[in-house]
């Protein structure tokens, strides 16, 4: 088969390599679609793994071959696949933190070497504790494209969660890539007011369509900067949440001038290790602001993710603004490292061979 292969030194190749075998338990599932991710960007920008590699983990396909014992599945069934799933039985488990959980480390979706989720590939071997937890069927109807959205939209889901998010809220949204767009969807949803920033015209005219105020951080409209027109709009008192859906200096502490007191404050794309934040304590202790990170999905919203996406509430396929063959993964990659105004959400078709769409 068909895989693009992490050669390291921030290098990718599309190389022809074993189809994974699989195992009893196991399933081997022919990937449609798989969206680029950050998290795989950072990865391969960075070198933060050894290769080689096969990096996607938001992974649409049909089953190809099952392994003995597995009776859930059969070969032609559409699937989403989950890299990941806690063991929901250790310290981390218990109180919901499963991205801490030892297993859910442990990346079960492979196209060889050492498991990294695979996607970017024609095959994947799904490892059998994905197989029994960390499926989900595509139901008639519903495009691959739409369907590997389930994974990040669980991760932001998760996020809003946390922040507790209720009718009525002022939510700032910082970055509006497509990240920052399903948070801007999911706050809406939930009957908060949004203000979002984002210095692309095209993705501020995309959250106006799904309902946010937008605003070029670096730009004054309408004879108001954002951080003054988030105090406009909350008679003065700031945000009651500010989620940071991007990475940039200076936004954590933009977050803290333009939060009220006692506001919570989310850390989404600061993943980065080598990356250092300085604020000012009173912000958080005075102000009694809470700073909190979230990280990966929760297996508990698993379903929730799938339905919001399966059913069509949230429109992601708008969000797409290409769809690569895998021969032309590096371009993608490339728009995504770079994004332009005409670019937002790249995803990864591995069985097709024609150009561009």
């Known amino acids: 088969?068909?895989?693009?292969?992490?050669?390291?030194?921030?290098?990718?190749?599309?190389?022809?390599?074993?189809?994974?075998?699989?195992?009893?338990?196991?399933?081997?599932?022919?990937v449609e679609s798989c969206g680029i991710c950050h998290t795989d960007l950072k990865k391969i920008e960075h070198d933060?793994?050894?290769?080689?590699?096969?990096?996607?983990?938001?992974?649409?396909?049909?089953?190809a071959s099952v392994g003995s014992g597995v009776t859930r599945y059969s070969p032609g069934d559409r699937v989403v696949v989950f890299h990941h799933i806690p063991c929901r039985d250790c310290f981390f488990c218990h109180r919901r933190l499963y991205a801490q959980c030892s297993l859910y480390k442990r990346?079960?979706?492979?196209?060889?070497?050492?498991?990294?989720?695979?996607?970017?590939?024609?095959?994947v071997r799904v490892m059998d504790w994905i197989v029994n937890e960390g499926v989900e069927p595509i139901p008639e109807g519903v495009s691959f494209d739409q369907a590997c959205w389930v994974e990040p939209v669980n991760t932001c889901l998760k996020a809003v969660h946390m922040l507790a998010v209720e009718p009525g809220d002022v939510v700032?949204?910082?970055?509006?890539?497509?990240?920052?767009?399903?948070f801007t969807m999911l706050a809406k949803r939930m009957g908060a007011s949004v203000l979002a920033t984002d210095?692309?015209?095209?993705?501020?005219?995309?959250?106006?369509?799904?309902?946010?105020?937008?605003?070029?951080?670096?730009?004054?409209?309408d004879g108001q900067n954002f951080e003054a027109a988030v105090k406009a709009h909350t008679d003065g008192r700031?945000?009651?949440?500010v989620i940071l859906a991007v990475s940039a200096p200076g936004l954590v502490e933009q977050a803290l001038r333009i939060s009220r007191p006692g506001a919570k404050i989310l850390l989404f794309a600061q993943t980065s290790s080598s990356e250092r934040i300085e604020i000012p304590g009173a912000g958080i202790c005075v102000g009694e602001r809470v700073l909190l990170g979230s990280y990966s999905?929760?297996?508990d919203l698993q379903h929730e993710s799938a339905r919001l996406v399966f059913s069509g509430d949230l429109p992601l396929e708008q969000l797409i603004s290409h769809r690569v063959p895998l021969a032309e993964i590096e371009?993608?990659?490339?728009?995504?490292?770079?994004?332009?105004?005409?670019?937002?959400k790249v995803v990864v078709r591995p069985q097709e061979q024609s150009a561009w769409q």
């Open 48 to 63: 933060l793994l050894a290769p080689p590699r096969v990096y996607g983990h938001e992974t649409a396909g049909v089953v």
């Open 1 to 30: 088969m068909r895989a693009a292969v992490y050669l390291g030194q921030g290098r990718i190749a599309v190389q022809s390599i074993d189809t994974p075998s699989i195992g009893r338990g196991e399933m081997l599932v022919r």
């Open 107 to 123: 990346v079960g979706v492979t196209a060889g070497f050492e498991p990294a989720g695979g996607g970017f590939s024609q095959y």
């Open 331 to 344: 371009q993608g990659i490339e728009l995504c490292r770079r994004p332009s105004p005409e670019s937002l």
């Open 297 to 299: 999905a929760d297996i």
């Open 238 to 241: 700031g945000a009651d949440a």
């Open 172 to 182: 700032a949204v910082l970055g509006q890539g497509s990240i920052g767009l399903i």
């Open 199 to 221: 210095g692309i015209r095209s993705r501020r005219e995309l959250a106006e369509r799904f309902g946010a105020h937008a605003y070029d951080p670096l730009e004054t409209a």
